[in-house]
């Protein structure tokens, strides 16, 4: 890749941007891997008939090799049929503690009754499982406020067994990112480089 041999320092740390690459990466594994990182908890863009549609997932893996993200949802979900009718995606990152914003862009890969959706139900917690569980797909209007759960899934007094009945309507999104968008906000004057997978090209960008 090309690159530009300009170093950064960022809290006392030098930084050329081949090593600023790996940093977002390890701040991804990171993310993936600590439920409390800010990381952990991404906002994903997808389109649906032209228009922007938000919502925050939980990042549950990230494989730098792959240059992959992953994570979970109901294959009932609105989101889901978004990415299946086009699956252009972004996500949105930001750590406040180091005032660094990633802006994630890529195309998603739908998981859905696999070895890698076996894998990931397996090691599913309870809690998570329940989410799974409801009658009725998610976004579907209701006439009261409802966790759309039974009683007793709603309160956890229900079997491994009984929750893998949920295990059809799980489904994992895979992000195959195309691009990094890294910012560093400094009052002194922000920072920001770009990493292009497409194209090949790492580049320092005015902010």
């Known amino acids: 890749m090309k690159e530009n041999a300009e170093r950064i320092s960022i809290n006392d740390i030098t930084y050329n941007l081949s090593d600023l690459e790996t940093d977002c990466w390890n701040r991804l594994l990171t993310g993936a891997n600590k439920s409390k990182d800010p990381f952990h908890t991404p906002c994903i863009a997808t389109i649906v008939q032209k228009e922007v549609s938000m919502r925050t997932v939980v990042l549950r893996k990230a494989i730098p090799t792959e240059r992959e993200l992953r ?21 949105l990152f930001y750590d406040a503690s180091s005032r660094i914003q990633l802006r994630v862009k890529g195309k998603a890969k739908l998981h859905v009754n696999n070895e890698i959706t076996a894998e990931a139900w397996g090691k599913t917690t309870l809690s998570s499982r329940k989410c799974y569980l409801t009658e009725f797909s998610p976004s579907s209007l209701a006439a009261s406020p409802t966790s759309g759960l039974a009683e007793h899934i709603e309160q956890e007094n229900f079997t491994l067994l009984e929750s893998e009945a949920g295990q059809k309507n799980f489904g994992i999104v895979s992000i195959i990112v195309e691009s990094i968008d890294w910012l560093w906000l400094n009052h002194a004057g922000h920072r920001r480089a770009f990493f292009d997978y497409k194209n090949g090209l790492n580049q320092w960008m005015i902010p």
């Open 71 to 91: 994570f979970h949802t109901d294959i009932r979900s609105k989101k889901w049929a978004e990415l299946a009718h086009h699956n252009s995606i972004s996500a």
